[in-house]
């Protein structure tokens, strides 16, 4: 018995050691802000920026995007989203968000983990998740390890579909910088006005996010959204 007792706690000290190198600290950037420029058909027609605060152990990540599209003149797309996660010794504690879409449709969205579980709110109302769900946030690359997220836009599950697609170098501010590139996948839930489209995202070595780019549904046009230096 004593033999079996401590080949169990073995085995759980080797799993907790393993699981523990494939999860990595969020990074915060230089000057704790990123801004990317969003671009559709060589126009820049928003932003994406996300600022970082760290209290001791707590680290407070800030998202705002902004896009407004024109034609000839006159707004044609408008597109915002605000939202606030707090993170605890690089676990994820609470979240809230608040999106305005082009056709009218606004949420307001909010989580928070408790002792068993994940309690958020969000399109489909109140719903309770594993305590080790992780915001939809592409800026966290340990996003790229899971099987599912709360959508910070819409608050709802996203059930994830995520492939390695190996090294790139991308040529970002005029440099040249080897980066890790994945393919992202959601699924769809049936208040969404359209498919989830693919994501393509690169990531370079020290695990920070530099672009990332879709196919719109409506148009089968590119939008592509480069980090700025």
């Known amino acids: 018995m004593f033999k079996k007792n401590l080949f169990m706690k ?5 799993y907790i050691l393993i699981f523990s190198f494939t999860a990595y600290s969020i990074p915060i950037p230089k ?3 990123v801004i990317f420029e969003i671009i559709r058909k ?5 932003t994406h920026e996300i600022e970082f605060n760290q209290i001791n152990d707590k680290l407070i990540i800030d998202t705002n995007i902004n896009i407004a599209v024109k034609i000839l003149f006159f707004p044609a797309y408008k597109f915002f989203h605000t939202s ?4 605890i ?6 979240i809230e968000g608040f999106t305005d879409f082009e056709d009218e449709r606004e949420y307001k969205i909010s989580g928070k983990i408790n002792k068993n579980s994940f309690i958020g709110n969000g399109m489909d109302g109140k719903i309770n998740l594993d305590k080790l769900i992780i915001p939809s946030n592409f800026w966290n690359i340990n996003l790229m390890q899971q099987k599912e997220a709360f959508d910070t ?3 709802i599950i996203r059930k994830l579909e995520i492939k390695y697609l190996g090294e790139e ?7 040249k910088i080897i980066c890790n590139k994945y393919t992202l996948n959601a699924s769809s839930n049936k208040k969404d006005k359209g498919p989830f489209p693919e994501y393509t995202l690169w990531y370079n070595k020290q695990n920070e996010l530099l672009q990332y780019k879709f196919i719109n549904w409506r148009d089968d046009k590119e939008v592509k959204s480069v980090r700025k230096e």
Do not use: A
């Not at 073995?10 to 080797?14: I, R, S, T, V």
């Not at 060589?42 to 928003?46: E, L």
């Not at 606030?84 to 993170?87: A, G, P, Q, Y």
């Open 153 to 155: 836009q819409k608050g």
């Open 31 to 33: 000057d704790n802000k």
């Open 89 to 94: 010794n690089d676990k994820f504690s609470e």
């Open 42 to 46: 060589n126009k820049v027609i928003g």
């Open 84 to 87: 606030r996660e707090v993170w």
């Open 10 to 14: 073995l085995l759980l000290f080797f």
């Open 169 to 175: 170098e991308i040529e970002l501010n005029k440099k």
